[in-house]
T-cell receptor
Framework: RKEVEQDPGPFNVPEGATVAFNCTYSNSASQSFFWYRQDCRKEPKLLMSVYSSGNEDGRFTAQLNRASQYISLLIRDSKLSDSATYLCVVNWNSGYSTLTFGKGTMLLVSP | EAGVTQFPSHSVIEKGQTVTLRCDPISGHDNLYWYRRVMGKEIKFLLHFVKESKQDESGMPNNRFLAERTGGTYSTLKVQPAELEDSGVYFC??????????????FGPGTRLTVL
């Protein structure tokens, strides 16, 4: 069974804090990796793709460890607007995308 | 540019009835996907169209679900007859091409289906 596991949280942090989420995936042949953000009762939106070399986008840093089959997301200087559910998403296929989602980690940033 | 649209936004039906969900992908996107999230569970893949052809329907739960994409534009997902366990949020997504496994899928706002 192909699974993506995440800590559901919630993670409660004050504004300005640094917070990290981890995710593990079961299929070692996975091809591509993503973090999606989902606001309450909204659709998922791509936050960032995760590449083998790691990548950064502003306050967000994503890391991939293929050997240990985990993905991480680091958010620095948290803003109130970062409050959302963060979905770890994996694509098993090389030829086309069939996304497998984790249940998500909820983040609540307070003033 | 308009995003992925879905209709209706909400649907409440009784067990045994039929419901048809519609998805309009982003113009020019050949790839169209259906996903579903039932309460307490993760979003799960249902099927993938490339233009009008079904590329992968391995996630379809059973034969009460029928997806079509005639003409390769919009898609419909029909549930007949609906059961209680079909309740959830049905998302549609589209992407431009699949030459790269990192190609972004854009999601619609979802249809919230409640079966009573």
């Amino acid at each position: 069974r192909k699974e993506v596991e995440q800590d559901p949280g919630p993670f409660n942090v004050p504004e300005g804090a640094t917070v990290a989420f981890n995710c593990t995936y079961s299929n070692s042949a996975s091809q591509s990796f993503f973090w999606y953000r989902q606001d309450c009762r909204k659709e998922p939106k791509l936050l960032m793709s995760v590449y083998s070399s790691g990548n950064e986008d502003g306050r967000f840093t994503a890391q991939l460890n293929r050997a240990s089959q985990y993905i991480s997301l680091l958010i620095r200087d948290s803003k109130l607007s970062d409050s959302a559910t963060y979905l770890c998403v994996v694509n098993w296929n090389s030829g086309y995308s069939t996304l497998t989602f984790g249940k998500g980690t909820m983040l609540l940033v307070s003033p | 540019e308009a995003g992925v649209t879905q209709f209706p936004s909400h649907s409440v039906i009784e067990k045994g009835q039929t419901v048809t969900l519609r998805c309009d992908p982003i113009s020019g996107h050949d790839n169209l996907y259906w996903y579903r999230r039932v309460m307490g569970k993760e979003i799960k893949f249902l099927l993938h169209f490339v233009k009008e052809s079904k590329q992968d329907e391995s996630g379809m739960p059973n034969n009460r679900f029928l997806a079509e994409r005639t003409g390769g534009t919009y898609s419909t997902l029909k549930v007949q007859p609906a059961e209680l366990e079909d309740s959830g949020v049905y998302f549609c997504a589209s992407s431009q091409d699949e030459s790269n496994s990192y190609n972004e899928q854009f999601f619609g706002p979802g249809t919230r289906l409640t079966v009573l």
